[in-house]
């Protein structure tokens, strides 16, 4: 029997000796996996990048809003879209090699089929909710609110101001940083996490609840089966867009508790709070629940490739994922 430490085939007289086996080291571990750098210090980097361009975007920026006073729903998620989309490009650039295709948002199909028809679906979601909700009394239209060319003034702001939520919303939760999550954890656990974070962070919008943060929650996860399904984030930009626009200026009901200023009708929502959502508005009512099962369900059934992530130069990142690091 071999003695501990002795080596079973000892090199002949003449031959040399083999060289040792490199041992990695701890740092290397903890850093480094076999696609580079680790999924949770590129997340850490990430979210880096993105303060310290949004505090640029800030200051660039200061001397407009001063002056022109846009919406701080335009400026505020226009600059969150912009600190994110810089610091992924930084990130793509630096440690990656990718393209924002990877990450969710191709040029290609820009505004084409999947944003209109996420856009389409977002109008009749929200409508088929309040329609359950005046079926049963708690809604009622109102009058009109805006006359004139003020109606095509608001229309217009809180459009272009939606779309702004709808990319900065969809980017940061769902773009590279679901994509980089899904290297280190597979993308649905990856995709719960960053729903459930998406969820949470309503909860400090004026007026919300737990059950508006669950719904967005549960919203964010079914915009995580289209960007699966569809390998864009397009329909679910134009989705979320189409919710927020339909929701605060069409219907003009409070959007996470919020009204905005210049919506179209004198709309009211009365009844119990479990029909209605009370001051969180639609999103806040048990009917919410209903809906977001019948998107889980419509969409499921008529798209079932999974076209996300994109195959890059290790393969699918959800196949094998590697540790966070972190």
């Not at 005046?134 to 239209?141: A, K, P, R, T």
């Amino acid at each position: 029997m071999d003695e501990p430490g002795q080596t079973l085939n000892p090199p002949q007289p003449g031959e040399a000796m083999p060289p040792p086996a490199p041992i990695p080291s701890a740092v290397h571990g903890v850093f480094l996996g076999p696609n580079g750098l680790r999924a949770g210090w590129r997340l850490l980097a990430f979210v880096a990048f993105m303060i310290l361009i949004g505090f640029a975007l800030v200051i660039a920026i200061g001397p407009l809003v001063r002056r022109f006073h846009p919406p701080g729903v335009l400026t505020g998620e226009g600059s969150a879209f912009l600190a994110a989309l810089g610091a992924s490009l930084v990130m793509a650039r630096l440690t990656e090699h990718r393209s924002l295709a990877d990450y969710g948002l191709p040029g290609r199909g820009a505004f084409g089929r999947w944003f209109w028809a996420g856009l389409l679906a977002g109008f009749l979601a929200l409508s088929a909710l309040l329609g359950l909700i005046h079926l049963d009394h708690g809604f009622d239209f109102g009058t009109r609110a805006l006359t004139g060319a003020a109606i095509g003034k608001y229309a217009a702001l809180w459009g272009v101001s939606f779309l702004a939520v709808g990319f900065a919303e969809e980017y940061v939760f769902r773009g590279y940083a679901l994509f980089t999550l899904t290297t280190g954890m597979g993308f649905w656990p990856s995709a719960i996490v960053l729903s459930a974070v998406f969820g949470a962070v309503h909860i400090s919008n004026p007026g919300e609840d737990w059950a508006g943060a669950l719904c967005a929650g549960l919203i964010g996860l079914f915009f995580c089966l289209t960007l699966r399904r569809t390998g864009s984030l397009w329909f679910a930009i134009g989705m979320h867009a189409g919710w927020d626009f339909s929701e605060s200026f069409l219907y003009s009901v409070p959007d996470s508790g919020a009204m905005v200023p210049g919506h179209l009708l004198n709309s009211s929502l009365h009844g119990p709070r479990w029909l209605t959502g009370g001051s969180v508005g639609p999103e806040g009512s048990a009917l919410v629940f209903v809906i977001i099962a019948i998107m889980f369900l419509v969409f499921n059934h008529f798209c079932r490739d999974i076209r996300f992530p994109i195959t890059g130069r290790a393969g699918r990142p959800d196949e094998e994922p590697e540790n966070l690091g972190i």
